[in-house]
């Protein structure tokens, strides 16, 4: 009788163990495809400078149905930033947030043309900014943002620059995109 138990539960530590390692993930996997996204978006993925300043992307969430991924940016140590971004289907980076379902913020657009112009809403207020793309080659793409509208920071644009297969630009000491440490 005790053999049939041992026997029996040596089966069950067999079977049970099959599907643990059947269903466990094989993180020693190496990504031999390319990147092609001038931001590519995948929970985990980082931007680490040092540990005050870092971009993490946390979570992932439905705002009206599509899919956005909340990026957390810790600046200077103590400045907070949380952002939800997806690209949509017309190649535009969208901004928009849970609570204002109905915002929706061009970031980007990774199809226009250098010299194209856009509005991040289009609403013509002081929040309201103009976008002009001013470089883009196979693997980079830079925007200028003025904020023609406010009556203090018209005239005083800042550029934003993205590298495909890595995204944010910048000196980085831990770079992490879609499961692959770069850095």
Known sequence: MKNIALKNSLLLLIFVSTIFLSCKKDRGFI???PVDSFLPMQVGNLWYANKENYTEIQDSTLINGKL???????????????????IDEQGKLIASDPKYPDLRVIRADFNAKIGDVFFTIGSGTDTDQQVTVTEKTDSEMRFSFDSIYHPNLK????????????????????????????K
Not at 155 to 178: A, D, E
């Open 31 to 33: 990504q031999t495809k």
């Open 68 to 86: 956005f991924y909340k990026f957390f940016s810790l600046i200077g140590g103590d400045g907070i930033s949380i952002s939800y971004l997806r």
């Open 155 to 182: 005239g005083h644009p800042f550029l934003v620059s993205y590298i495909k297969g890595q995204g944010f630009s910048g000196t980085w000491t831990k770079l992490r995109i879609n499961g692959v440490q770069i």
